[in-house]
């Protein structure tokens, strides 16, 4: 307890005490005990990497949304609240639901019934060698980038609103990870994943119920931000989409609609094997339809620990954040904004909660890049590149030491970002590059048998290619904004959203063009692997509440019914 | 595929978690009756409520899934 305390620096936002010291190692302490404790299930490629195949909806389910919250992902979309208003919960809610749906009912049959162990590998199945290690490659690199950047993200909001040292937070926090996923591999991944799900929830649930008490309700809470930011409008997510200059992202809601909801929101929820590998962990085909159903309405109503403290701390504040690049000594950013709440409703106890929620979807978000990053090297480019037909044991063997590589290399990535700054940026804009054409690949691959292996690779060259161009003809010359993101006053996330769009429309023109000139495979390898050729077993003997596609319709329904409510 | 039934549902470390977490800011809470922290709505007494709010979601969770009742 004396060494954390004497980690702690002089220049904070918050002073955590020693009950809250308890809180926090007590979860560090419990993550690795669940980790040892899961080693001796992790014996086989099939329980180390697919967690035995053996999880329920529900658990998979849970695992499925947390990977993706981690806590950059809290603090980050808290922050853009402030700055946006609500139009950033169209993140949580067009940017997600359709797409997490569709992977559900109409993509993991093919995923699921393939047997794949992931989506590099569902692409060597139907495409070949050449688009599968295309994928592997950039997912693998992209993913070691993403993990070494957002460590170091976390670990500088660890030294803002603890004081705590950078080198420890990187340190302590990854090494904690690499133990308990190279232990019991994405059994241990999973089993903290829904865990750090509850943490997260019910560290930082008090955040909106204080806030709204505070302001008198929802309607107090909107007349107090009007007071504060007269003639601006933070609270409706529609109705400002008219034009980009009508709203503070500089959006329009072509963008949301085609650019974040069919593209990108397709293409991270239904390709990003960060994601899928969690739903491949079910235990039959059912569970892994339900799954992404069931994470559907946490990821709706995730907005309400995250969104909400936004617009709460526009309402409340005595301050006014700034940007990161701006903010002047003693000031406080967008991102600050989440912490900055939990410092003004908790104290001890609750504020020990709510720092190891922050902490727990960091780890989350590094539990699961590091199991994905396991998995693609040791399957998709290790056995099939380096080491084919060795012992099942090797590869576990290996997917343990590459566990503790990819952290020790995911390091080094954080202590390369502190170095530059402005990589963060880009690397946060490659990882972009490879998942929308990415979709176009998949989804060409599952609807239509007649795509070749050709125009699958050459698709998706030609998208991230064309993804690649585009980002950087945007950043270098702003003349390029009016052209692909259809208009000078396009911000950056608008930017974002028309890129996506424009490389998977380039995927899937190439690939199409391609597939006419080159010869298709034929049907007999076909056979699990596309929609025509693939018999999915029908549910008439499963009870109407027990339905994926059901429950998928009244997530639907939901997503439109709170789309009005806030229009 | 016996010794995988055999394994402890996560919802029991769930259970073990919140009821740990629970104990302990209810203690905090109650700690602090007299010296209420320069919070807002600190008068609230959040502590307390959400503390004991966590012990029974625990204890809920800790014995519907205790080990050896074999729900995964």
Not at chain 1, 377 to 404: E, N, Q
Request: proline share 4%; hydrophobic share 55%; aromatic share 14%.
């Amino acid at each position: 307890m004396n060494l954390l305390l004497a980690w702690a620096g002089t220049s904070r936002m918050v002073h955590l005490s020693a009950i809250d010291l308890i809180i926090v190692v007590f979860y560090f302490l419990f993550v690795l005990l669940i980790g040892f404790y899961l080693k001796k299930f992790a014996k086989t490629g099939e329980d180390f990497f697919m967690a035995g195949r053996e999880m329920t909806a529900w658990v998979a389910g849970l695992a499925f949304v947390s990977a993706n919250l981690g806590s950059l992902e809290l603090l980050g979309w808290a922050g853009s609240a402030y700055q946006y208003g609500i139009l950033a919960a169209h993140w949580y809610w067009i940017g997600a639901i359709p797409a997490m749906l569709f992977l559900g009912l109409v993509m993991m049959p093919f995923y699921y019934i393939s047997k794949t162990h992931s989506v590099p590998g569902y692409l060597q199945l139907r495409y070949g060698t050449a688009a599968s290690g295309l994928s592997a490659v950039t997912f693998a690199v992209m993913t070691i980038l993403m993990s070494g950047v957002n460590m170091y993200a976390m670990a500088v909001v660890m030294k803002v609103v603890l004081g705590w040292d950078i080198n420890f937070s990187i340190f302590v926090s990854s090494i904690t990870v690499a133990v308990y996923v190279a232990a019991g591999g994405l059994f241990s991944a999973i089993f903290n994943e829904v865990l750090q799900f509850f943490l997260i929830w019910f560290g930082a649930l008090l955040i909106p119920i204080l806030g709204l008490i505070e302001t008198g309700g929802w309607n107090g809470m909107v007349a107090r931000i009007q007071a504060n930011f007269p003639n601006q409008d933070f609270t409706h997510m529609w109705r400002t989409l008219g034009h980009f200059k009508d709203n503070p992202m500089g959006m329009h809601w072509t963008g949301i609609v085609f650019g974040l909801g069919a593209v990108q929101a397709m293409g991270y929820w239904t390709t990003d094997f960060l994601v899928v590998q969690r739903v491949l962990s079910a235990k039959d085909i059912r569970s892994a339809k339900l799954a992404p159903v069931i994470g559907s309405f946490f990821k709706m109503a995730v907005p309400l620990i995250v969104i909400l403290p936004g617009l709460l701390g526009l309402a409340v504040l005595p301050m006014h954040l700034v940007p990161a690049h701006e903010a002047l000594a003693g000031q406080y950013t967008y991102n600050d904004v989440l912490p900055l709440m939990l410092a003004r409703y908790c104290g001890p106890g609750l504020l020990g909660l709510g720092i190891t929620a922050l902490v727990a979807g960091f780890m989350a978000g590094m539990a699961g890049n590091v199991s994905a990053f396991a998995t693609v090297w040791t399957y998709d480019l290790y056995r099939p590149f380096i080491k084919k037909d060795a012992p099942d044991s090797h590869y576990v063997s290996m997917g343990r030491w590459c566990t503790l590589i990819g952290v020790f290399v995911s390091i080094g990535t954080a202590y390369l970002a502190m170095g530059f700054a402005s990589i963060m940026d880009y690397v946060q804009a490659l990882f972009g590059f490879f998942i929308a054409p990415l979709f176009g690949t998949v989804l060409l691959g599952m609807l239509w048998k007649r795509v070749t292996p050709a125009a699958g690779f050459l698709g998706l060259l030609a998208g991230t290619t064309a993804s690649i161009s585009i980002f950087f003809a945007m950043k270098f010359d702003p003349k390029w904004i009016a052209v692909f993101a259809l208009s000078p006053d396009a911000k950056g996330l608008a930017q974002d959203m028309y890129q996506s769009l424009w490389s998977c429309v380039t995927c899937v023109i190439v690939t199409v063009l391609v597939t006419m000139v080159t010869k298709p495979k034929p049907d007999s390898e076909l056979h699990g692997l596309v929609y025509s050729l693939t018999d999915v077993a029908h549910e008439q003997h499963t009870s109407l509440l027990h339905r994926p596609v059901l429950w998928g319709a009244v997530a639907l329904v939901t997503l439109i019914v709170l789309q009005i409510i806030f229009w | 595929m016996s010794e995988k039934n055999a394994i402890i549902p996560v919802w029991f470390f769930v259970g073990v978690l919140f009821l740990v977490y629970g104990v302990l800011i209810l203690a905090s809470g109650l700690a602090e009756l007299s010296h209420p922290p320069a919070t807002v709505l600190a008068e609230l007494h959040a502590p307390v409520w959400w503390g004991a709010i966590l012990i029974v979601l625990g204890a809920i969770y800790c014995l519907a899934f205790r080990p050896g009742r074999n729900k995964a």
